[in-house]
């Protein structure tokens, strides 16, 4: 059933033992997110958790290392910024899922009651329900919340980005949240081994249909070469759409069981979790993502080819 | 004399043929601080018009495309985001100066009136300064106010950026801005050419000092390679400073004359105008620049002798 943030609010107020499911591969509108509502709750006496399916980096140990971890028997179980329950990862199919709270368009409302609202990051909408609990929101649920905020919206980057936006940014820099030293943790500060994975990335970039199309393919391989891993991939996504006149920016990464997985980043003239969901996948209008049971060189080239009949077809339109 | 926004908009209404001076090597706050006020005066039935002493580059023109160029004897100087006279460039000199509206700290108090806020843009002054002149905001003024704000806070990144200016900006959206297409321009572009330069910069990286510090080096051969020129390294400086645990970032380029350029950048640890002192440069604490008559290896090689000597100084400190 979809409910609105009063009714989230009311829900979440009667219920205890509470776990809150957020992404694998987390990033940091999941884990504001998450840890904002288990703080909320916490202070609401409740017992609650957060858990994901893969680590944590550690850019995000500020948003829960004061949590202690406790063990409980759930009762109610909230996912956040979850669309589809496979991307909890391992968690899927381990919960029943009580409540969904997420922003993705292409949620399949897979909860017995979920709250969706067009917003650029799930974090503005759980500062709503935070809110609506009553909750004193303390310094550390303002940085948590604004983690979400900046990160989802590229540091209030993205079109996407609205003056509700900007106006929940200000609220939470007066609540307490280190607008500056959190900006800097995301945006500004490259580990060695990130950086060295970004020159390999570069190098691997390839253009296609008169260069309206940008592919980087991450291997295994590199980031054995580099020390990094998949979770450093996060970052590599924006850099194909930044060069101009690229109108699709797509970076493939090879998972270690040979399968991939491909983050497609478009501007207006081509929808990205249209293109995805030609490969299964989904996400919003200019950012998504899809998997392919194939190497890195095949999925270019399944990828490029439905490129080509979107770019041609738009032509004809 | 020191005076307050009421005051300072109390005198702009008096004045007519009005004209406002912004730095050299104009940025998106000081243009934007000038074509906003200009497009108020406009508005209030005043002839004025914005100059400065350097081509504005292309990607601002959509602040001030619209208005026609006119020639009148002015009666009344402004200088906006100008800390100095001397920042004017070509124009120092040239006027006497009635009104200085800025946010610099080492404002020198140059004008007959001076108004000086602690904000991060100047823009986010301006903004006072026309909602008390009573003009109706509409969408131009709205995108010049946005493209100051965003610019000099690198996108509402900066430690600098206040509740405040969060505020601003939503209110500006409200008025029109167009907030993704802005940032777009001013920081999601890069020409092909400046990303081929890019990619052979970061190869150009090397470490020293227990990767304590990082150096790029640019070379008139990368400028043919690439299709790219110097203008463009600009972008380059912050790219080795970005990287985890690198206290010193420097950029040197060679010069086509074959002497070459440093560009400095530090965190806290280093005085990077310091640094830049000991070859005849200067520049700020953690940004500064100096020439060497040498190509870029023995300009590398001198440079990382003084960072050594630097760092180990501060440890015995």
Known sequence: ???????????????????????????????????ALCRALMKMGKICAVINADKIP??????????APIRFKQDFVVAVDVATPNLL????????????????????????NWLLEDVPAACQLMFEIIKELGVDIDKKIAQCLYTGLTTDTGCFRYDSTTAA?????????????DNGRINRIMFETKSKTYARLERLALESMRFY??????????TQDMYKLTGSNEQETEALAPLTRQIEGVEVGITIREKSDATCKASIRTFETVNAAKLAKEFGGGGHAQAAACRF????KEARRRLVEKCTEILNAAKED
Do not use: W
Request: hydrophobic share 35%; net charge negative; proline share 1%.
């Open 58 to 67: 550690e850019k995000y140990s500020y948003l829960y290392e004061d949590i």
């Open 1 to 35: 059933m979809k409910i609105d943030v009063k009714q989230c609010a009311a829900i979440l107020s009667e219920k205890d033992n509470i776990l809150i499911l957020t992404h694998a591969h987390p990033d940091g509108d999941t884990l504001g997110c998450g840890f």
């Open 165 to 177: 936006t900007y106006r929940a940014a200000a609220e939470l820099i007066e609540l307490g949240a």
């Open 89 to 112: 990862g391992e968690l899927d199919g381990k919960y029943h899922i009580d409540l969904c709270i997420d922003h993705h368009s292409s949620n399949t409302e897979y909860a017995d």
């Open 293 to 296: 049971d194939c190497d890195v």
């Open 209 to 218: 249909e008169n260069e309206r199309v940008a592919i980087i393919t991450v």
